[in-house]
C-alpha cells in the first residue's frame, strides 16, 4: 500500500486531477445510482477546504507583514509600485471581461435568504462591521474581511517582536501551507466527486458552464499578459516591450505552467535575471516578494469567479461596488498562497462583500479545481513572469533616466 501511495504522488497533479475528472464523467454516465456514494468524496473535499481556508489568510498574512524587514538601498520601491499596479489592472480586466462576457454557474444548492447589498453606502456598512468584528468570532463565521484585517494589524503589531517569536509566526505559517498541500492532494479524488454530483444532477449543461468560465478567465489572462503588461512596461521604458515580455513569459512562464507554484519557479526567475543582467542586490528580494504578492493572475481568477456567483444569485451590481471588488480582488491576491490553487481559497473573501454565504462561495472554489488544469497552470505563468519583467523593467527604467 505504501507504495501504491507513492507510486500515485510521483505523478503530476494536473495528470491526477484530470483522471479524476474523466472517472467522475465516465460514473456519471454509466453507473450514476450504483455510485452515487462518489458524491461524499465532493463534499469532504469541500469542507476541508472550508475548515482551512480562514486560518490560512490569517497565518499567511500576518507572517508576511510581521517578517517584513527594510534592506539595504534598491530599486524595490519601483518594483512595489509596478506589482502593485499589475495587479490593480488585472482585477479591472477580470471585472470588465465579467461584466462584457457574464457567465452564470449551477450550484448544488441556491440560497433562497439571500439579501443582496442594494447600494455602495450598503457595501461599505457591511464592510466597516465586518472589519471589526471579533477575531474569533471571524474565524468561526468565516469573515474573511475581519480575519484579514485581524491578520495586518497582528503583523504590524509583530514586527517589533523578537526573532524567536517571527521563526515560531513563520514555523506556524509553513505549517498551516503544508496542511493546505495536504488538502490540496486529494483534489483528484474531491473533483471525482463534484465532478460526478454535477453531471449526474444537471447533466453536461454544466460541463458547459465550466467551459465558458475558463475560456472567459483564460482570455483575462492571456489579455493581461500580452497587452496590460506590454503597456506597462512601454509607459516606463519607453521602446518595444514585446522582446522582454514574450522573454520573460518563454523561460519563467512555461516553467511556472507545469510547475503550478510561484514558490517552486523562485530558483528560475532568479537565474533568468542573472542572465538579463539586472543587479543582484534588488532581484534577490524582489523575486521571492514577488511569488509572495505579485498575483495579477490570482486578481483575474478572484474577480471572475465572485462575478460569476453574483451573476447566478441576480445580485445587483453598481460601479462603486465593482470599484472595491477590484480593490479587494488586488489585496486579496496579494496574500495568496503559493501552493496550486491558492487563489481560489480567498474567493470567499471577495463574495462576503455581496453577502454571499460561506457555503456558496466554498462551492464556487471547488468548481475552480474542476477548471483549474489549465487556469491554474496559466495564472501561475501569468504571476511568476510577471515578477522578472517588472524587476526588468524598474531597472531599464532607472537606467533610462540616469542615461
Not at 100 to 109: E, G, N, Q, R, W
Not at 316 to 341: H, K, P, Q, R, Y
Request: include cysteine.
Amino acid at each position: 500500500m505504501k507504495n501504491i501511495v507513492h507510486k500515485w504522488s510521483q505523478i503530476s497533479l494536473v495528470k491526477r486531477i484530470l483522471l479524476g475528472i474523466i472517472l467522475g464523467i465516465l460514473l456519471a454516465v454509466t453507473v450514476p445510482d450504483a455510485a452515487s456514494w462518489v458524491s461524499i468524496l465532493g463534499s469532504l473535499f469541500v469542507g476541508a477546504l472550508k475548515a482551512v481556508a480562514p486560518i490560512l489568510v490569517l497565518v499567511l498574512v500576518m507572517h508576511a507583514i510581521s517578517s517584513h524587514q527594510s534592506g539595504k538601498k534598491t530599486n524595490m520601491k519601483s518594483i512595489l509600485v509596478l506589482y502593485a499596479i499589475g495587479t490593480t489592472l488585472a482585477g479591472i480586466v477580470g471585472v470588465a471581461a465579467s461584466f462584457l462576457f457574464p457567465v452564470t454557474l449551477t450550484f448544488a444548492s441556491n440560497p433562497e435568504d439571500i439579501a443582496p447589498p442594494e447600494g455602495i453606502l450598503e457595501v461599505l456598512n457591511t464592510l466597516l462591521f465586518n472589519l471589526v468584528d471579533n477575531p474569533v468570532n471571524a474565524i468561526l463565521n468565516a469573515n474573511y474581511l475581519g480575519i484579514l484585517m485581524w491578520a495586518i494589524l497582528l503583523g504590524f503589531a509583530l514586527k517589533k517582536a523578537s526573532d524567536s517569536t517571527k521563526t515560531t509566526i513563520a514555523n506556524f505559517s509553513e505549517a498551516i501551507t503544508k496542511i493546505v498541500k495536504w488538502v490540496i492532494e486529494l483534489a483528484p479524488f474531491g473533483i471525482l466527486g463534484l465532478v460526478f454530483d454535477a453531471i449526474a444532477t444537471n447533466g453536461f449543461s454544466a460541463m458547459k458552464e465550466y467551459v465558458q468560465l475558463l475560456v472567459l478567465l483564460l482570455g483575462s489572462i492571456f489579455f493581461v499578459a500580452l497587452v496590460i503588461n506590454p503597456l506597462i512596461t512601454f509607459i516606463y521604458i519607453r521602446k518595444n516591450p514585446y522582446p522582454l515580455v514574450l522573454r520573460t513569459i518563454r523561460e519563467s512562464g512555461l516553467t511556472a505552467f507545469f510547475t503550478r507554484s510561484s514558490a517552486a519557479n523562485i530558483p528560475v526567475n532568479m537565474a533568468l535575471c542573472e542572465k538579463l543582467g539586472l543587479d543582484e542586490d534588488t532581484y534577490s528580494v524582489s523575486i521571492p516578494l514577488g511569488a509572495t504578492i505579485n498575483m495579477a493572475g490570482a486578481a483575474v481568477t478572484i474577480s471572475v469567479l465572485t462575478l460569476a456567483t453574483v451573476h447566478t444569485l441576480n445580485i445587483e451590481v453598481d460601479f462603486w461596488t465593482a470599484i472595491i471588488l477590484v480593490i479587494v480582488s488586488a489585496v486579496s491576491a496579494a496574500g495568496a498562497s503559493g501552493v496550486a490553487g491558492g487563489s481560489l481559497l480567498l474567493i470567499p473573501l471577495a463574495c462576503s462583500l455581496f453577502g454571499i454565504p460561506n457555503d456558496i462561495a466554498v462551492q464556487v472554489i471547488g468548481i475552480g479545481f474542476i477548471i483549474g488544469v489549465l487556469q491554474d497552470s496559466c495564472e501561475t505563468a501569468l504571476n511568476s513572469s510577471s515578477d522578472v519583467l517588472f524587476t526588468a523593467t524598474a531597472e531599464l527604467a532607472k537606467n533610462r533616466k540616469m542615461g
